[in-house]
């Protein structure tokens, strides 16, 4: 996994769903840092990190809640085909485990910090740099992303075959299906150089006053 030298934050990057935020000098680093380099072994940070320390069913249960993320790149995979409604849907579901995920962060951090000083601001920091991670990285970003794909697709079937309207809808799906695997990576390291380059500049500088 890549950690970060900036304080505020160790955030899994090339991996979307676990954007974590810490302060490197507290005691939730120690609980939340790997040293290890990444490898083949330990390179789906998704579960890495929610799962350290935890029952084999509560490991499942993880996943499957965070595979939940991908809701609305399958929703818009599927718009040539389903009501929008269902796209909409989806929309909702990936937000809900968005909105679940800072939640979940914040609670991490009000404990990891205890009574120290600053907790109620990192607690914060933990909440808004999350839920801003992952609403860029796991619905804006990638939904519109997939959206283009099978638009673009869709046309470009139409224009240049003589496929039944069914055959080219089916395709285009099975095409915004193939490619959410590869707009992962590149996507969770834009969002992570856009907000190193911003928000989190924020963040550092409230590190420093304290």
Not at 121 to 139: E, H, I, M, N, P
Not at 145 to 152: G, K, L, P, Y
Not at 177 to 192: E, H, M, N, Q, W
Request: charged share 20%; glycine share 6%; aromatic share 8%.
């Amino acid at each position: 996994m890549r950690l970060h030298t900036a304080p505020w934050r160790l955030c899994m990057s090339g991996v979307r769903r676990t954007c974590s935020v810490v302060t490197m000098a507290s005691p939730i680093s120690s609980q939340w840092e790997d040293p290890k380099e990444p490898t083949p072994e330990n390179e789906d940070h998704r579960i890495d990190h929610h799962n350290r320390g935890i029952t084999a069913s509560q490991r499942n249960i993880n996943v499957a809640a965070e595979r939940v993320g991908y809701a609305n790149e399958v929703g818009e995979a599927f718009r040539a085909l389903v009501p929008v409604s269902l796209v909409w849907g989806s929309y909702a579901v990936a937000t809900a485990y968005v909105t679940a995920d800072a939640v979940d962060k914040g609670k991490k951090a009000a404990v990891a910090h205890g009574d120290n000083p600053g907790r109620t601001t990192r607690v914060g920091v933990a909440v808004v740099d999350t839920f801003v991670w992952q609403a860029l990285a796991s619905v804006i970003i990638p939904g519109f992303t997939i959206n283009r794909v099978c638009a673009a697709s869709l046309y470009l079937l139409g224009r240049t075959t003589r496929w039944p309207l069914s055959v080219r809808k089916w395709t285009t799906t099975a095409i915004g299906l193939s490619t959410i695997p590869f707009i992962i990576t590149p996507i969770d390291r834009s969002v992570d150089f856009l907000l190193d380059s911003s928000l989190r500049k924020v963040y550092n500088e409230d590190e420093k006053q304290e």
